[in-house]
């Protein structure tokens, strides 16, 4: 204890036995404090003033009190025991705590912030970053391959050269997150691909196979970021705040693409394509300043967290203590996480095409031009991006109502798949533009209620595992954002789009009937 502080009273005309007082140090208010000691006494206290405080205080010797006896009834009913627990309950901090915990009402405001909070914004805001590294490439390979004079086929190869470290890195991503802590894993994630996106300019201008190298690159350190995101947030996030949050996350990526598509043009045209690279690279470090100043792998590691919310978040968390070893046997064992990994398949299957086919529809479909066909990209990632925070929240809503998990993650994902599903077959009725594009939206809109659905089922059925387990079923998502985006190319030109969109409907009936069957929102991996 730094500093003793005791109270000390004498009365005169005081009663034959004196409360006993804790030493503490003590902070009141108020002078001119009145305190009832016995039927027919009152005390009143002269404040000493110390420093910026005003308190009561004794080094040495003793602190004498005034006081006043006033007349009262003798027959008054004995006064109850003196509560100085109540008196003193203002701004008391207890010198004999050695556990380190400060209550919230003595540290500032800001700082009152959940930090359970602060870790998922600082996660969005690493997904949007993630985006825009990813989709500037998308706008300057236009200029790159003019100036190169690249085929288109070196232009497809060039872009399907960030899958290739991508899907390497999916379940090393979610073992390493697993072990050694998602902040490590995350940040490492952020720096590598910042710099592999800063290096893009000077690779293109070598040569071809640098350039193969560096997107491949970057690949790899995208490629851990869902893995680590999920891993860290099953230890700071409740399961009544799960949905929400990882809406948020998610939202991140959308935002982050239509931040890419914005700001790529404007800076290509001043200051040439290879600015998108550097600005947009540099800002992982500014990011990365912050993460290390806040982020934490777990809530037992902040030494700022406030003992209130560590509380709330350690009595709704599962046991979070290190992973030493991969259980595949038993995961791999169990038919929910194959319904996890199936539905991730079907869900991305359609995904992915519509993302990535969706200009070429505009322009080939719709007749609209480059430039329209690029502004009209943008709206479904608005839509998902509103609509996944609104998933996230009425998802929470009902698991807070008493609504099970596993009832509520079925219905999320339900309309994940049938929405996009019933709006992908009314494209082939539709003949203006803009009907088609608002078809499109609320097609994307609506799938965007799978971050509330199968997005966070990874953390419901095996917490300790979810980066791993995310690892998993998402390395089936980039398959079928592989295979999906090149046999689209195909039936185009051997069918028409109406085909197009039939097998991205019937794998989305499959992912429902499936995800109904055998997934649960319960945990099944301790």
Same mark, same amino acid.
């Given at each position: ?98 556990? #380190?915990?400060?209550?919230?009402? &003595?540290? +500032? ?7 359970? @909070? =602060?870790? *998922? ?97 970057? #690949?790899?350190?995208?490629?851990? &970021?869902? +893995? ?7 230890? @700071? =996030?409740? *399961? ?11 939202s991140g990526m959308y935002l982050g693409s239509v931040t890419g598509l914005a700001f790529s043009p404007m800076l290509i045209h001043k200051f040439g394509w290879p600015s998108v690279f550097y600005s947009f690279g540099s800002l992982g470090t500014v990011w990365l300043a912050l993460w290390l100043n806040m982020a934490h792998s777990s809530p037992l590691e902040d030494p700022k967290l406030l003992p209130e919310e560590k509380k709330l978040i350690l009595r709704n968390s599962s046991s979070k203590e290190p992973v030493k070893s991969i259980p595949w046997r038993l995961i791999l064992s169990k038919p929910p996480v194959w319904a996890l990994i199936v539905s991730h398949f079907c869900h991305n299957w359609g995904t992915f095409i519509l993302l990535t086919w969706m200009p070429t529809y505009y322009h080939q479909v719709l007749k609209l031009n480059l ?156």
């Amino acid at each position: 204890m730094n500093t003793s502080r005791a109270l000390l009273i004498s009365l005169y005309s005081a009663p034959k036995t004196h409360p006993q007082i804790s030493p503490r140090a003590t902070s009141l208010p108020n002078s001119g404090l009145l305190l009832q000691l016995c039927p027919c006494q009152r005390a009143h206290f002269r404040p000493i003033y110390v420093g910026n405080g005003l308190s009561w205080r004794v080094k040495s010797g003793r602190v004498r009190a005034d006081v006043k006896s006033e007349p009262c009834d003798i027959a008054e009913s004995p006064p109850d025991s003196v509560q100085f627990g109540k008196v003193f309950a203002t701004n008391i901090v207890d010198d004999d705590d050695d556990d #380190g915990d400060v209550t919230s009402a &003595a540290v +500032p405001w800001w700082e009152q912030f959940p930090r359970r @909070w =602060v870790i *998922v914004i600082l996660c969005f805001s690493a997904f949007l970053l993630c985006n825009m590294d990813r989709v500037n490439m998308s706008i300057a390979i236009l200029p790159m391959a003019s100036e190169s004079h690249w085929s288109m086929t070196t232009v497809g190869l060039i872009q399907s050269s960030f899958f290739w470290g991508y899907l390497l890195t999916q379940i090393a991503g979610g073992i390493w997150a697993d072990t050694v802590g998602g902040k490590f894993v995350l940040g490492f994630g952020v720096v590598w691909w910042s710099i592999a996106t800063i290096l893009t300019p000077i690779a293109a201008k070598l040569g071809l196979p640098y350039l193969l190298v560096v997107r491949a690159f970057m #690949g790899v350190g995208e490629g851990v &970021a869902m +893995p680590a995101m999920n891993n860290i947030l099953s230890k @700071w =996030v409740p *399961v009544s705040e799960r949905s929400r949050s990882l809406a948020l996350v998610y939202s991140g990526m959308y935002l982050g693409s239509v931040t890419g598509l914005a700001f790529s043009p404007m800076l290509i045209h001043k200051f040439g394509w290879p600015s998108v690279f550097y600005s947009f690279g540099s800002l992982g470090t500014v990011w990365l300043a912050l993460w290390l100043n806040m982020a934490h792998s777990s809530p037992l590691e902040d030494p700022k967290l406030l003992p209130e919310e560590k509380k709330l978040i350690l009595r709704n968390s599962s046991s979070k203590e290190p992973v030493k070893s991969i259980p595949w046997r038993l995961i791999l064992s169990k038919p929910p996480v194959w319904a996890l990994i199936v539905s991730h398949f079907c869900h991305n299957w359609g995904t992915f095409i519509l993302l990535t086919w969706m200009p070429t529809y505009y322009h080939q479909v719709l007749k609209l031009n480059l430039t329209e066909s690029g502004l009209f990209s943008v709206f479904p990632w608005l839509t998902m991006a509103f609509a996944a925070n609104l998933g996230g929240w009425i998802a929470d809503t009902l698991v807070s109502r008493g609504v099970s998990v596993t009832i509520v993650r079925k219905i999320m994902q339900t309309i994940g798949f049938l929405g996009p599903a019933f709006f992908l077959t009314q494209l082939t009725h539709i003949e203006t533009p803009t009907m088609a594009v608002l078809c499109m939206a609320c097609s994307q809109g609506l799938d965007a209620f799978s971050q509330s659905g199968l997005y966070s089922n990874h953390q419901d059925i095996a917490p300790r595992y979810s980066g791993v387990l995310l690892g998993l079923s998402n390395t089936a998502g980039v398959l079928a954002g592989v295979f999906g985006t090149a046999a689209t190319g195909y039936i185009l030109q051997h069918g028409s789009w109406d085909d197009v969109f039939q097998v991205s409907v019937g794998l989305y009936l499959v992912g429902t009937v499936v995800w109904n069957l055998f997934s649960t929102g319960e945990k099944i991996v301790d």
